[in-house]
């Protein structure tokens, strides 16, 4: 069977044990192919979603000459999602460790967090903060409070921990 334009086929099919699949046996296909044709490489992925994997990163690689096209990676170091239907976005470091995240539950809920903030609970204390403002001055003439706008210049920071502009 032949796959991506003729390029490659599959040799063999084998059932195995893979190191790190705990669900049990893998099957393992073994591919031949030409380098002959000029190809770009590619990584194959989920319309909308594209990464750079990291040093080491584990998955379905095809080599074809000096071509190597990226099909799928798995990351030991992160967390599956625990329940069927949810799904995990996220980023490491160069060495595949978790550094930001999106989860997406199957109630509906969303969860966006890094290593040092997490965005319901930046949320919770903004409500908080806004219930708190005090203002100082006339109807005409009000501001806030010194007091209250170090608070909200003190959760602006918490917040940029977690967001940034566009690089």
Request: aromatic share 6%.
């Amino acid at each position: 069977m032949k796959f991506f334009g003729g390029i490659i086929e599959i040799s063999t099919i084998s059932e195995t044990t893979y190191p790190g699949d705990t669900s049990g046996d893998s099957m393992v296909a073994t591919l031949s192919g030409s380098a002959s044709r000029s190809e770009t490489a590619q990584v194959y992925s989920q319309p909308g979603f594209i990464g750079k994997a990291h040093q080491g990163q584990k998955g379905i690689r095809l080599r074809i000459g000096s071509v190597d096209i990226i099909i799928g990676t798995i990351n030991y170091n992160v967390s599956n999602p625990t329940n069927y239907g949810e799904t995990k976005v996220y980023s490491t470091d160069a060495d595949g460790e978790e550094k930001a995240g999106m989860n997406m539950y199957n109630d509906g809920l969303v969860a966006i967090s890094n290593e040092s903030q997490d965005m319901a609970a930046l949320m919770s204390d903004l409500i908080d903060l806004i219930k708190g403002i005090t203002t100082t001055g006339s109807a005409s003439a009000q501001a806030i409070d010194a007091a209250t706008q170090l608070l909200l210049d003190d959760w602006l920071i918490q917040a940029e921990q977690l967001f940034t502009e566009t690089k």
